[in-house]
T-cell receptor, first 114, second 111 residues
């Protein structure tokens, strides 16, 4: 069964700092990987989607990389802002049909201090 | 942008009531999902639908049923609400190899 781990579980940084969030998974035969953010009491907002054939994706100050062979993805946030404070989740989709092919990480709660 | 709309942000229901949670997506996605999210347990899949009138059980279907009469709408039904169904409920949709799009969530409290 796919296990997805995110380290650290919580992170506090001063505003303006660049930071990296980590996601590791045990089964490298993935279909794609998606990064989400979740604000308290809200739903999940998709940030970036990386297909298995891709190495990275960028959107604004966010850059996500994927290394399937080592079972790792990173989310890089440049010049962090207080508005980036949220929980960040990675989710791995396996290449099989059916319902149970999406596996979520444990999440990293990010606090950006003004 | 794809939009997934959950009809209620907050609901308070009494034990034993029949509860309907509604979800609508506007981009003709064939796949729709219902998850619940609890502290320490993460997101758990309740039910999945891959087409109109088609459904598949997820990890925790007990106490729930679903309905998908139209492609854009996926309803989650709590037949007889219980306090252990107090949770955040999240609906999502997906098509092909694209990513998942989630709604804003419904916080259900059963008293």
């Amino acid at each position: 069964k796919q296990e997805v781990t995110q380290i650290p579980a919580a992170l506090s940084v001063p505003e303006g700092e660049n930071l990296v969030l980590n996601c590791s998974f045990t089964d490298s035969a993935i279909y794609n990987l998606q990064w989400f953010r979740q604000d308290p009491g809200k739903g999940l907002t998709s940030l970036l989607l990386i297909q298995s054939s891709q190495r990275e994706q960028t959107s604004g100050r966010l850059n996500a990389s994927l290394d399937k062979s080592s079972g790792r993805s990173t989310l890089y946030i440049a010049a962090s802002q207080p508005g980036d404070s949220a929980t960040y989740l990675c989710a791995v989709r396996l290449p099989r049909g059916g319902a149970n092919n999406l596996f979520f990480g444990t999440g990293t709660r990010l606090t950006v201090i003004p | 942008d794809v939009k997934v709309t959950q009809s209620s942000r907050y609901l308070v229901k009494r034990t034993g009531e029949k509860v309907f949670l509604e979800c609508v997506q506007d981009m003709d996605h064939e796949n729709m999902f219902w998850y619940r999210q609890d502290p320490g347990l993460g997101l758990r899949l309740i039910y999945f639908s891959y087409d109109v009138k088609m459904k598949e059980k997820g990890d925790i279907p007990e106490g729930y049923s679903v309905s998908r009469e139209k492609k854009e709408r996926f309803s989650l039904i709590l037949e007889s609400a219980s306090t252990n169904q107090t949770s955040m409920y999240l609906c999502a949709s997906r098509t092909g190899n694209y990513g998942y799009t989630f709604g804003s969530g419904t916080r259900l409290t059963v008293v």
